[in-house]
């Protein structure tokens, strides 16, 4: 199965490679590498995603969700937040609904650990 992920990736890197506005190829190789989890570059892409192109609503929940895994609380609730604004805009209700309910898993998470 490690042969098949490796072949995604190394499609999707030559994909962005090609192309660095492609932000589904970025996003997907994001979800790649975490998978592996290398984190950082995950992280780097996402960013970039971001970045490039706030109305791409997949990339809040991810990249908060990584910045919740490193202990980036303040920005994963960030991102949590500006979602669900652009959840909002286009009128996604499903994704609203797991970006609120990944706020609330946060503060959930954030008050366990600061007892």
């Known amino acids: 199965m490690s042969s098949v992920n490796d072949k995604n990736i190394r499609k999707l890197a030559a ?13 997907a190789l994001a979800l790649e590498l975490l998978k ?3 984190v950082h570059k995950a992280k780097l892409l996402f960013e970039s995603v971001y970045k ?9 929940y991810h990249l908060g969700k ?17 979602g669900v604004e652009v ?11 797991e970006l609120l309910e990944a706020i ?11 007892s």
Request: glycine fraction near 2%.
């Open 15 to 27: 994909n962005v490679q090609k192309n660095p506005e492609d932000q589904f190829s970025k996003f």
């Open 66 to 82: 990584l910045y919740q895994s490193i202990d980036l609380f303040d920005d994963a609730l960030d991102m949590f937040k500006k």
């Open 104 to 114: 609330n898993q946060l503060h959930y998470d954030r008050e366990e650990t600061d």
């Open 52 to 60: 490039q192109d706030p109305e791409y609503l997949g990339v809040y």
């Open 87 to 97: 959840a909002d805009k286009k009128n996604d209700f499903r994704t609203k609904s």
């Open 36 to 38: 592996r989890d290398q």
